[in-house]
Nanobody, 117 residues
């Protein structure tokens, strides 16, 4: 079993920045994928960005050029640096951990990000 602890959400003005962190512990896979998804009120949860244990990254089109995902493998921690935030980025952000094939998924508890216009 894997446990995820998220931090870093909050309230920010449009154009501002926030950094989210998610630390994993427990039965860590030798090859894995860590990432972020988000869910706005009244909408479905959507993909934001992922990074594999080998460093390959993937981003949603809506955040490309503004968000950067990275990870520290020694700490088993993933980060999401969010710049040029827009009100449309307001959502609960969830950390997601899986094996390298996308299975055995664990979700974090979620952290609120609110961008004021």
């Amino acid at each position: 079993q894997v446990q995820l602890v998220e931090s870093g959400g909050g309230l920010v003005q449009a154009g501002g920045s926030l950094r989210l962190s998610c630390a994993a512990s427990g039965n860590i896979f030798s090859g894995d994928v860590m990432g972020w998804y988000r869910q706005a009120p009244g909408k479905q949860r959507e993909f934001v960005a992922t990074v594999t244990s080998s460093g390959s990254t993937n981003y949603a089109d809506s955040v490309k050029g503004r968000f950067t995902i990275s990870r520290d493998n020694a700490k088993i921690t993933v980060y999401l640096q969010m710049n040029s935030l827009e009100p449309e980025d307001t959502a609960v952000y969830y950390c997601r951990y899986s094996n390298i094939w996308g299975g055995r998924v664990t979700w974090g508890q979620g952290t609120q990000v609110t961008v004021a216009s």
